[in-house]
Every structure is written in C-alpha cells, then in structure tokens.
C-alpha cells in the first residue's frame, strides 16, 4: 500500500519544549513538503525539499526546522521559538518538484497547552 | 509570490443543486490550477486540476474552468450529495523560474455543505 504516513495524529507537548512530527513516503517521490493550516485558513507552506539531503523555508519557516536525510523520510520539527504552535500540521510529497500535484498524509493536529 | 483568494467562506446548498467556488490569483506565471477536498480531520485529496492550456475540464459531476486573461478559475458541481460536504480548496503553482514554482498557494477553503 503505497502512501504517505503521519504520526502521531493528536499530540500534546507543554509550551516551551520542542516537538518532532514525523511524515514517511513509500511513493519513492523526491520533493516533500510541510504546510500548517490553521481554522478558516489555506495551507500555508513552512518547509520544502526538492530532493534528499536539500530543503529550503517556505512562507512561514520561523521556529521550525527540518531534515531529510533519507528519500522516504522529512520529519519536521515545532521548536519552542515557534510562538503559536498550535495547529494542524500536513506533509505532502510530489514525484518531483515541479507544477503537479502534491500528495497529502493525514496530518497531525498538535496543542501546546 | 502568488496570492489566491477564493470565495464564498461557506455555501449552503440543497441536494441535487449545482456548487460553484470561484478564485482567482495574482501571479500571472502560474499554468497549473487543482482543487483539493478535505474531510474533517483528513488531508486534503486532489479531486481535479487543470494546466494553463487549457479552459475546461470535466470528471463526472465535477468541472473546472480556467481564464487566464482575468486570472480566475472556478470548480463547479452538479447534482451535489451529501457526501460532497467538505472544505474545498484552490491552489496555484507557477512555472520554473518563477517565485511561486514547485510550490502550491492555496486559497482560504470554502465549507460546502449540502442538505439532504
């Protein structure tokens, strides 16, 4: 079953510790991609990278950070710098980056309480 | 960079009735338009989508039109079910060596709702 995986769905942290959502693709797809998307929004872009061990900010990249040291894997991390962390987090993938289409997982809402 | 407003916020709509969701962008280097659906709680499922070269495209009961000149696309839906009810996003991508390539603008989403 080929897809994108996002895990957990729901996770709490306190405020001021910093929380790493991971997001897994079997899609053998090069580019990836976070988005947050908050209630009455679009998605807004934190995070892209066109192929491993590349990534750059997106619109909003101020307090997180990222890695991709494998194809399969882009796992975002929500530092305590990050002054409203509380959303829904998605990750995509696409086969490559370019103008098509983005695959989507399932996201994880996360709260900072 | 590309900005993509969508209207209405939320439409309201009878089962059997047709939707329509208009947007427009900002970015005239943009050529590729998909519309996503999202379920509560889900990601968002790319449902249609079209290229600048063309003006219209049908998948069933869906269609999407696209006008360049004016910038604005519009996703249409006819005999709406109640499973149709979803939040519904536009999105914009441009060409290489453009600000908003690789990268998709969505819009603010719309609320369908259909009643039975």
């Known amino acids: 079953d080929g897809g994108i995986t996002q895990s957990p769905k729901y996770l709490f942290r306190k405020e001021g510790q910093n929380v790493t959502l991971s997001c897994e693709q079997n899609l053998n797809h090069d580019a990836m991609y976070w988005y947050r998307q908050d209630p009455g929004q679009g998605l807004r872009l934190i995070y892209y990278s066109q192929i491993v061990n590349d990534f750059q900010k997106g619109d909003i990249a101020e307090g997180y950070s990222v890695s991709r040291e494998k194809k399969e894997s882009f796992p975002l991390t929500v530092t305590s710098a990050q002054k409203n962390p509380t959303a829904f987090y998605l990750c995509?993938?696409?086969?490559?980056?370019?103008?098509?289409?983005?695959?989507f997982g399932p996201g994880t809402r996360l709260t900072v309480l | 960079g590309e900005n993509v407003e969508q209207h209405p916020s939320t439409l309201s709509v009878q089962e059997g009735d047709s939707a329509v969701i208009k947007c427009t962008y900002s970015d005239s280097a943009s050529n590729y338009f998909p519309w996503y659906k999202q379920e509560l709680g889900k990601g968002p499922q790319l449902i249609i989508d079209?290229?600048?070269?063309?003006g219209e495209k049908k998948d069933q009961r869906i269609a999407v039109t696209l006008n360049k000149t004016a910038k604005h696309f519009s996703l249409h839906i006819t005999e709406t079910q109640p499973e149709d009810s979803a939040v519904y996003f536009c999105?914009?991508?441009?060409?290489?060596?453009?600000?908003?390539?690789?990268?998709?603008?969505f819009g603010q989403g719309t609320i369908l709702t259909v009643h039975p």
């Open positions: 079209i290229r600048s070269n063309v």
């Open positions: 995509a993938s696409s086969p490559v980056f370019s103008y098509n289409e983005q695959f």
């Open positions: 999105a914009a991508i441009g060409l290489a060596g453009g600000t908003s390539y690789g990268k998709l603008t």
